[in-house]
T-cell receptor, first 113, second 115 residues
Framework: DAKTTQPTSMDCAEGRAANLPCNHS???????VYWYRQIHSQGPQYIIH???NNETNEMASLIITEDRKSSTLILPHATLRDTAVYYCIVRPLSNFGNEKLTFGTGTRLTIIP | NAGVTQTPKFQVLKTGQSMTLQCAQDMNHNSMYWYRQDPGMGLRLIYY???????DKGEVPNGYNVSRLNKREFSLRLESAAPSQTSVYFC??????????????FGPGTRLTVL
């Protein structure tokens, strides 16, 4: 799976949009970008995934550059409950049931009141 | 639905003791996983089970064994615990075979300390 690079930490004011970047310059054509987050002392939670088109769901938006070498997760109106470590993961789409996730150290996002 | 449940929540062992961590899911998922997370680190995969009756090693399998008891349950056993196994253990499940997106759903974790 392609390696990802994320900033170690970021702050964002409550109510503002939080933009979390991720570099994945070695991504292959069949690899998707996934985002998970881990709130303190809890298990990770799936947020969103995408291939090359921008994606949006009830939690966030995912913007992937045209060359697919980087992406940005956007939390449109950050709340204190969004304080967490955010993981960007790249892996191939598969339906074999062996979809191993490789977690790096992620970005620690702190929402400031 | 309870999702993914893990027992116990906390455990303290002495070096050389054995124990089994239990995991169950009620989402009818085919695939299940065990990860460990050391302080300040990301999660690392220990073992996984792509379907009932199959198990495979992940990134850090040494010192562990697993059993996929049935479709719902996937247990992790430490035969002779060592201080290096002090960690937080997370179980996860995903829909698995035939479901290509396969986001994983995680349990609340078991915090294990080996003295």
């Amino acid at each position: 799976d392609a390696k990802t690079t994320q900033p170690t930490s970021m702050d964002c004011a409550e109510g503002r949009a939080a933009n979390l970047p991720c570099n994945h310059s070695t991504i292959s054509g069949n690899e998707y970008v996934y985002w998970y987050r881990q709130i303190h002392s809890q298990g990770p939670q799936y947020i969103i995934h995408g291939l090359k088109n921008n994606e949006t769901n009830e939690m966030a938006s995912l913007i992937i550059t045209e060359d697919r070498k980087s992406s940005t997760l956007i939390l449109p109106h950050a709340t204190l409950r969004d304080t967490a470590v955010y993981y960007c993961i790249v892996r191939p789409l598969s339906n074999f049931g062996n979809e191993k996730l490789t977690f790096g150290t992620g970005t620690r996002l702190t929402i400031i009141p | 639905n309870a999702g993914v449940t893990q027992t116990p929540k906390f455990q303290v062992l002495k070096t050389g003791q054995s124990m089994t961590l239990q995991c169950a899911q009620d989402m009818n998922h085919n695939s299940m996983y065990w990860y460990r997370q050391d302080p300040g680190m990301g999660l690392r995969l220990i073992y996984y089970s792509a379907s009932e009756g199959t198990t495979d090693k992940g990134e850090v399998p040494n010192g562990y064994n697993v059993s996929r008891l049935n479709k719902r349950e996937f247990s992790l056993r430490l035969e002779s615990a060592a201080p290096s196994q002090t960690s937080v253990y997370f179980c996860a499940s995903s829909p698995g075979r035939g479901r290509p997106y396969n986001e994983q759903f995680f349990g609340p974790g078991t915090r294990l300390t080996v003295l």
